[in-house]
């Protein structure tokens, strides 16, 4: 394994899409960012220099950070953000991983434009566990805004209502011929007959989950979130904000050119843009613009049955080398109620003095002002309370009425972890205000997702249907609309960990809640210490 240098720039740039000009933050003036390469092991030393005038952090979508939290990112969570002028140097250790990751800005909404992939390949003379494709291209989705998402988010928070939503979704970022004037703004991926590609998938948007199809072509899904599935094939997929997904396109079609589509999957009543984002697959020898491109009709926004058919596939590779080692014997179970709500809001004009707020276990996060890994650390007192409740405080039925009262509580509260406890959390969509899929992320871990169902979890008989065999081990769930999935880890990493809705709009009204996992008694079971540099608040 070697150390690896990479130094990102935050810097604006202009950049135009749906025939209108604006100034972005990117990172090295691109969008979407450079991809970051690295082998299982490297170590990473990032430079991030702030060249813009607002607080930054990036945060490194799905590395373990082993004892490393000071290099996780999340603003207030495990750092102060870097001010304007000013940087840092993240500096991590990709201790086991391999596979596809990324990484976002986290702080408001600034990652609508500043994310990029993270290629991981298996150490040097280490095979795939999969045929060697021929070659490899990374497709990052994202969403184009016409306006400036930093304003958006801001005006939501004042006026209690929900914000805008994007005006195209993009692939690579460029949205495709659909939208008005956009003819010059395709994704073209060439391929030659007969040779395999491995497309490496991110999405990367702020509020949709997306479906991904080729026309004419079956994708062999191999990998999600960076570990390795048994290979299944499949003709769309399903990606929520956050995920990573590994395919094998074969280029094993007649001679031509054939659309791809990325389109939103939404099952709830909520506004989404609806705008399918296309690219097209080349065939090389041919002449593409005399051949007509095959086209194929994405999934319709609702459609749960063809998103469940993806997820309901994903098993673990689980093989000698790569084995799933799930959690039999679990120390804290836990069950969350994952939902909206709505708070008293007496500044707020638009929405008669209430706002939407997000909640965990009815709890909304308040934000600090002090990053809690700091407040952990040096222990400073006032920051957080560790009394994050282990289970919903009122009794959950998500069949039956729901309850009159929708207020929340608020508070910057933490579950407490003993170092290497082993963790089961059931998730459960209230479907409070509208039943809504949310995709939950966990900073600092791993998890495998043991099971999954609509209606109410029911502890008694749904435990029995688990399956600790070969479930997919993953970062990030999609949680189904109006049911709920369970997960289990083992807390073997110390320091505060972020876990958040990825739809940024519900993570802005509080939908997250953190872990606090305490160091062990070994030598090497204790966050390390913070680096020099590390920006105060
Ligand atoms: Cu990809 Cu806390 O985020």
């Known amino acids: ?102 990484y976002h800005a986290h702080v408001n909404w600034l990652r609508s434009t500043v994310h990029g992939a993270i290629v991981i390949l298996p150490k040097r003379g280490v095979p795939y566990p999969f045929p060697k494709p021929d070659d490899e291209l990374v497709v990052v989705l994202g969403e184009w805004w016409k306006s400036d998402t930093e304003a958006v988010i801001n005006e939501a928070m004042k006026s209690g209502l929900a914000p805008n939503v994007s005006d195209a979704h993009t692939i690579n970022g460029l949205p495709g011929t659909l939208p008005n004037c956009s003819s010059q ?43 390795y599935v048994k290979p299944f094939k499949i003709d769309t997929v399903i990606i929520a904000p956050g995920q990573t997904t590994n395919v094998l396109l074969n280029a094993d079609q007649k001679s031509g050119k054939y659309l791809v589509a990325v389109s939103p999957f939404m099952d709830a009543p909520v506004a989404v843009d609806n705008l399918t984002a296309t690219a097209t697959v080349h065939y090389t020898g041919i002449n593409a613009a005399n051949t007509p491109t095959i086209l194929t009709n994405p999934p319709p926004k609702n459609a749960t049955k063809v998103s469940d058919k993806f997820t309901d596939s994903l098993r673990s590779l689980n093989s000698q080398k790569y084995p799933a080692n799930v959690p039999l014997k679990i120390d804290h179970s836990l069950f969350f109620t994952i939902g909206l709500g709505v708070n008293p809001c007496p500044s707020c004009k638009a929405a008669n003095g209430s706002r939407v707020v997000g909640s965990v276990n009815n709890v909304t996060f308040v934000m600090p002002t002090t990053a809690l890994l700091q407040a952990h650390y040096f222990n400073i007192s006032g920051v957080f309370t560790t009394d994050f409740p282990a289970n919903s405080p009122h009794v959950f039925n998500y069949t039956g009425p729901g309850p009159a009262n929708l207020q929340t509580t608020n508070g910057t509260r933490l579950y407490r972890l003993p170092f290497n406890s082993t963790v089961q959390l059931v998730l459960q969509d209230t479907g409070i205000i509208a039943p809504e899929s949310h995709p939950i992320h966990l900073h600092g871990f791993n998890f495998f997702v043991v099971g999954r ?85």
């Open 185 to 227: 703004e395709v994704y073209n991926l060439a391929v030659e007959k007969g040779k395999t590609y491995l497309l490496r998938l991110v999405n990367a948007g702020l509020n949709e989950e997306l479906f991904f199809k080729i026309a004419g072509h079956t994708l062999t899904v191999v990998e999600v979130d960076a570990t």
């Open 453 to 537: 169902g609509v209606g109410n979890y029911d502890p008694k008989n749904d435990p029995k249907k688990f399956n600790l065999v070969d479930p997919v081990e993953r970062n990030t769930i999609g949680l189904p609309s109006g049911g709920w999935t369970a997960i289990r880890f083992r807390a073997d990493n110390p320091g505060v960990w972020f876990m958040h809705c990825h739809f940024e709009v519900h993570t802005s009204w509080g939908l997250k809640m953190a872990f606090l996992v305490d160091n062990g008694k070994g030598p090497n079971q204790s966050v390390i210490p913070p680096p020099k540099d590390l920006p105060k608040c």
């Open 1 to 102: 394994c070697r150390v690896r240098h990479y130094k990102l720039n935050v810097v604006k740039k202009n950049y135009t899409r749906l025939c209108s000009s604006k100034s972005i933050v990117t990172i090295n003036g691109k969008f979407p960012g450079p991809t970051l390469y690295a082998r299982e092991d490297d170590t990473l030393l990032i430079r991030v220099n702030n060249h813009v005038n607002v607080n930054v952090t990036i945060h490194w979508h799905g590395v373990r950070q082993l004892r490393t939290g000071w290099a996780d990112g999340p603003a207030y969570i495990t750092q102060c953000p870097i001010p304007p002028r000013q940087s840092y140097l993240y500096n991590f250790t990709l201790t086991g991983q391999r596979g596809t990751l990324w």
